[in-house]
């Protein structure tokens, strides 16, 4: 369903009109003036992932580094804070 809006009401209530446009598929004539000036429309692909999908992909990526555990300690031990925080 398509909307008209004022530049001043969106400015007013962005969040709001960019929840409908992401979650209830809306789209917004934006006008200023009177005039249409832009139209804000749901990005085609943008919910299209769900969790499942999310899941799906994680388990099919590459098997997990082994080494990448030992790595993160070594990173950690050598990330040391000066003494004096102002000498860099």
């Known amino acids: ?26 789209a917004f004539v934006v006008e200023r003036n009177g005039r249409a000036v832009a139209h804000i ?16 992909a994680w388990s099919r990526a590459a098997p997990r580094d082994a080494g990448l555990a030992d790595d993160l300690e070594r990173v950690g031990a050598a990330d040391r804070p000066p003494v004096n925080p102002w000498d860099l």
Do not use: C, F, K, W
Request: charged share 25%.
């Open 41 to 56: 429309v749901p990005v085609p692909d943008a919910t299209g992932a769900t969790l499942a999908d999310a899941l799906t």
């Open 1 to 26: 369903m398509e909307h008209t809006i004022s530049a001043t009401e969106l400015a007013r209530r962005l969040g709001d009109v960019l929840a409908r446009v992401r979650y209830r598929q809306e």
